[in-house]
């Protein structure tokens, strides 16, 4: 059902856990099976993402696409990382089942959250 891609990073997610110091974070969840992602950004001075984090209930493939998510937006200036899309995120694990689909994009959803949550913090920094 889900290929090795997907089985390494659920049974060895390398950015599992809560990121201390953390700028932002972005909780998204899917009301009709129940998985929430929640994703924890440290953004620098410079507005590039040092470090992401996830802390994730859900199934294999929403561990893992929250995994790859946190890979994909490490290094990234804080607005480029609303490019990185469900689809390279189910790219980068070889691919998805149909039913699974939705994992990837729960994992979008929630740095587009985390992103916004960014800039809501920046702008309150700023009155
Ligand atoms: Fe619901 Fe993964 S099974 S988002």
Redesign the pocket.
Known sequence: MYNQTVMSKFLNPKNAGALRGANATGKAG?S????VIKLYLLVDEEGIIDEAKFKAF??P??IACSDIACDLVAGLQVDEALNVSSKEIFDELGGLDDN?V??SV?AEDAIKLAVEDYYKKKAKENK
């Not at 009709?32 to 998985?35: E, F, L, N, R």
């Open positions: 899917n009709s099976c129940g998985d859900g199934c493939a929403t699974r939705y994992c729960l």
